[in-house]
């Protein structure tokens, strides 16, 4: 079996993990791995290259990926669908594993499907929006980063008390991450882009936070609406001066958590046993706590939603 490992969209803490655990299994059976460099825009430039778990374990332990990545969506157009396909044959590829979030995961798959290639997803994004699974790799890595900026916030609040941190998390337009985030560090409010808020509550919820606590936590998800004004507006209208923290992108590209790793090598063992099998189609999933196989499209799976009543009850509504 020959199998083109391919990843799309951006990056997530463990990725390599699952890399070398992938290419420690071809080997072990006497089957074959490839890469492509840059995704399937890279495959079409002829960017395939051989994988070897030598090549991969020196940045195992490592964020990023060893395979660079590509958003662009060339496998929109007829032409580029076609192209892969006679640049799998020429390289007498079976199969592909695909890592990627939401939108790779959902629109890719069906495609290759169409073309007669047989591919397997395994849900990289640290934004953990992926319908079907209970977890992403990169999810938990993401938040852990957070937690480290967040603890030294936290002892600064209290060594100066009646100072308003925010911490703005990455995301997207989902405020998963966020909302996990701000449960752990017990957060006074947090703001996600699927669930509307007023300025008025927020600075009430803010003071009554700080005469009760002598500080205030706000998380907000850089997906929401106000993400780049929200100070200047909380400022303008009550007066508030609130000390901010952008985790950015290094929240992304962080080292990979012990549960992470852990995660990643366990859905490559799947993605592997499933292409054995030959399945046609189907992403890894962890589905009451266990690593398991989705077998239909993830187009057909409602999308994942914050949990709404640990909004409320992180918010106090």
Same mark, same amino acid.
């Given at each position: 079996?020959?199998?083109?490992?391919?990843?799309?969209?951006?990056?997530?803490?463990?990725?390599?993990?699952?890399?070398?655990?992938?290419?420690?299994?071809?080997?072990?059976?006497?089957?074959?791995?490839?890469?492509?460099?840059?995704?399937?825009?890279?495959?079409?430039?002829?960017?395939?290259?051989?994988?070897?778990?030598?090549?991969?374990?020196?940045?195992?332990?490592?964020?990023?990926?060893?395979?660079?990545?590509?958003?662009?969506?060339?496998?929109?157009?007829?032409?580029?669908?076609?192209?892969?396909?006679?640049?799998?044959?020429?390289?007498?590829?079976?199969?592909?594993?695909?890592?990627? /979030?939401?939108?790779?995961?959902?629109?890719?798959?069906?495609?290759?499907?169409?073309?007669?290639?047989?591919?397997?997803?395994?849900?990289?994004?640290?934004?953990?929006?992926?319908?079907?699974?209970?977890?992403?790799?990169?999810?938990?890595?993401?938040?852990?980063?957070?937690?480290?900026?967040?603890?030294?916030?936290?002892?600064?609040?209290?060594?100066?008390? @009646?100072?308003?941190?925010?911490?703005?998390?990455?995301?997207?337009?989902?405020?998963?991450?966020?909302?996990?985030?701000?449960?752990?560090?017990?957060?006074?409010?947090?703001?996600?882009?699927?669930?509307?808020?007023?300025?008025?509550?927020?600075?009430?919820?803010?003071?009554?936070?700080?005469?009760?606590?002598?500080?205030?936590?706000?998380?907000?998800?850089?997906?929401?609406?106000?993400?780049?004004?929200?100070?200047?507006?909380?400022?303008?209208?009550?007066?508030?001066?609130?000390?901010?923290?952008?985790?950015?992108? @290094?929240?992304?590209?962080?080292?990979?958590?012990?549960?992470?790793?852990?995660?990643?090598?366990?859905?490559?063992?799947?993605?592997?046993?499933?292409?054995?099998? @030959?399945?046609?189609? /189907?992403?890894?999933?962890?589905?009451? /706590?266990?690593?398991?196989?989705?077998?239909?499209?993830?187009?057909?799976?409602?999308?994942?939603?914050?949990?709404?009543?640990?909004?409320?009850?992180?918010?106090?509504?």
């Amino acid at each position: 079996m020959k199998t083109l490992l391919v990843v799309s969209g951006g990056d997530a803490p463990g990725i390599n993990t699952a890399l070398l655990q992938y290419t420690r299994l071809t080997r072990q059976n006497g089957d074959v791995t490839l890469g492509a460099v840059g995704s399937f825009a890279g495959a079409l430039a002829g960017k395939i290259i051989d994988l070897q778990p030598e090549m991969i374990a020196p940045v195992a332990a490592l964020g990023g990926t060893y395979l660079a990545s590509s958003r662009e969506p060339v496998l929109k157009e007829t032409k580029n669908r076609d192209q892969l396909g006679k640049v799998l044959a020429s390289h007498q590829i079976d199969n592909v594993v695909l890592f990627g /979030g939401d939108g790779t995961l959902r629109n890719i798959p069906p495609i290759l499907a169409e073309m007669g290639i047989a591919c397997i997803g395994i849900p990289t994004t640290i934004d953990n929006d992926v319908p079907g699974t209970e977890m992403t790799i990169g999810f938990d890595s993401a938040c852990n980063f957070a937690h480290q900026t967040i603890d030294g916030l936290l002892a600064t609040a209290r060594a100066l008390p @009646g100072r308003i941190f925010s911490v703005e998390t990455l995301g997207g337009n989902t405020g998963i991450l966020a909302l996990d985030i701000a449960a752990a560090a017990g957060a006074h409010a947090v703001l996600v882009p699927e669930y509307a808020y007023t300025d008025e509550w927020l600075i009430q919820r803010l003071e009554d936070s700080v005469k009760r606590e002598q500080y205030a936590l706000v998380i907000l998800s850089e997906g929401i609406t106000a993400s780049r004004t929200l100070l200047d507006d909380l400022k303008e209208k009550a007066g508030l001066r609130i000390r901010d923290t952008r985790l950015g992108h @290094g929240q992304r590209g962080t080292t990979p958590s012990h549960r992470d790793r852990i995660l990643a090598a366990g859905m490559a063992n799947a993605a592997y046993d499933a292409l054995r099998a @030959g399945t046609k189609m /189907g992403t890894v999933v962890v589905s009451g /706590g266990k690593i398991s196989l989705h077998g239909g499209k993830l187009a057909d799976l409602p999308p994942r939603l914050p949990d709404q009543n640990l909004y409320n009850q992180i918010n106090g509504l």
